[in-house]
């Protein structure tokens, strides 16, 4: 197998990201952070039985001292009381500031976990083992931990790196179907923002992605890895810069909570990218051919790409509650071309209701 390597570089510190097929070389990297010996794993219920024991086997033989806590799985557990439990069970085991927590899992597991380590003792070592394509591409990179609270999405949280990612692309085969698109929604994202030839990668190798060909999935996360570290590098904390990375967010965001979140988060930005497109459609940015490209290349990777029946007003009316509204002036990341986005305020709102009827 072959390890690829990628540094993220920020101003206080850098970390290394190893893409790799396996687990083989985990304690080594781990070794190389020359932290202490104790080591705590967290994981949930769903990748436990999938990954842990290989995970704990390569840390034990590299000399690390290793426990485990099982979290329950998915975004309704992503609460404070996940964090509680991750402390009592550092606290028991004795683990001290010199000590590692490893993230082993998705997106949630992986805001949480982060979040305890950025917390506990002021702040443990922490290593994130990204398990979904969603967490490879996407979280596991940038910094942001937290969990949400009353109901309110990622309310409590803060920015704290990873000492070390390690991604075994391998780990997602064991993924259902429908989390392997939700993630190619972010993947092909990435290609929107800025590199259009990644889209027409994602396009051809479509099928290669869903066999689960190691090449791909290793080419899939470098260029995510160095696409999504590229943003972070250069605006750590979301002031303007980073804010690219919302494009479908807006829309995306707000049918996910006017659905109830049973919609997966990717398949909403994925429907919310349409209308991203769209909106530069009408504002005369981009020729409709375009738009009709976006929701091709989005249904090959069996994203949705509309949502017959949907509630549009409520989704409007959910837009204006969205945190990035200030002063009823909506400010949307806009494609100028595949491969190329802008920051833009809409002023006309009824240009908004257009798309959302078109998507509904
Ligand atoms: P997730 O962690 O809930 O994982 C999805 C499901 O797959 C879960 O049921 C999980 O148990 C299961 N699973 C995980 N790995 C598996 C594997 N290898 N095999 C089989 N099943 C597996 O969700 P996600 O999509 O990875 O992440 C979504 C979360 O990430 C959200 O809470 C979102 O807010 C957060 N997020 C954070 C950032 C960030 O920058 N920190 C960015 C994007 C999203
Ligand atoms: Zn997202």
Do not use: W
């Not at 590299?62 to 979290?71: A, I, P």
Request: hydrophobic letters at 40%.
């Amino acid at each position: 197998c072959k390890m690829i390597r990628h540094t993220i570089n920020l101003k206080e510190r850098s970390y290394p990201i190893c893409i790799t097929t396996n687990f083989d070389e985990l304690g080594k990297a781990v070794l190389s952070l020359r932290t202490g010996k104790k080591v705590m794993i967290v994981t949930d219920e769903n990748v436990d039985g999938f990954h842990s024991e290989e995970c704990i086997s390569r840390l034990e033989e590299s000399g690390f001292e290793v426990y485990k806590h099982v979290l329950v799985p998915g975004e309704e557990h992503k609460t404070i009381d996940a964090v509680y439990g991750i402390y009592k069970k550092l606290i028991e085991y004795k683990l001290d500031r010199s000590s590692s927590l490893v993230a082993l899992g998705g997106g949630v597991v992986g805001d949480i976990s982060g979040f305890a380590a950025a917390t506990y003792m002021r702040g443990i070592n922490f290593i994130q083992i990204p398990t979904t394509l969603l967490s490879q591409a996407d979280s596991s990179v940038g910094g942001k931990t937290g969990v949400d609270f009353d109901g309110h999405k990622n309310a409590v949280g803060a920015f704290y790196q990873p000492k070390l990612v390690y991604m075994n692309v391998n780990t997602i085969k064991t993924l259902p179907k429908r989390e392997v698109s939700a993630g190619l929604a972010e993947v092909i994202k990435h290609g929107f923002i800025m590199d259009e030839e990644f889209c027409e990668y994602l396009n051809y190798n479509a099928q290669k992605i869903f066999a689960f060909d190691e090449n791909v999935l290793q080419f899939l996360a470098k260029r995510n890895v160095s696409i999504k570290g590229s943003v972070v590098e250069q605006d750590e904390k979301e002031d303007d810069l980073r804010a690219v990375l919302n494009l479908g967010h807006t829309i995306g965001h707000a049918i996910e909570t006017a659905r109830n979140f049973e919609l997966l988060h990717g398949e909403c930005v994925a429907i919310g990218m349409v209308g991203a497109f769209k909106l530069s459609r009408y504002m005369d940015i981009l020729p409709e051919s375009v738009v009709d490209q976006v929701k091709a290349m989005l249904v090959k990777l069996e994203l949705p790409v509309s949502l017959p029946g949907m509630d549009v007003d409520r989704v409007f009316d959910q837009i204006f509650y969205d945190k990035k509204v200030k002063d009823n002036k909506l400010k949307f990341i806009l494609p100028r071309k595949i491969g190329e986005v802008f920051q833009c305020t809409i002023e006309d709102t009824g240009l908004l209701k257009k798309v959302l009827f078109d998507l509904a």
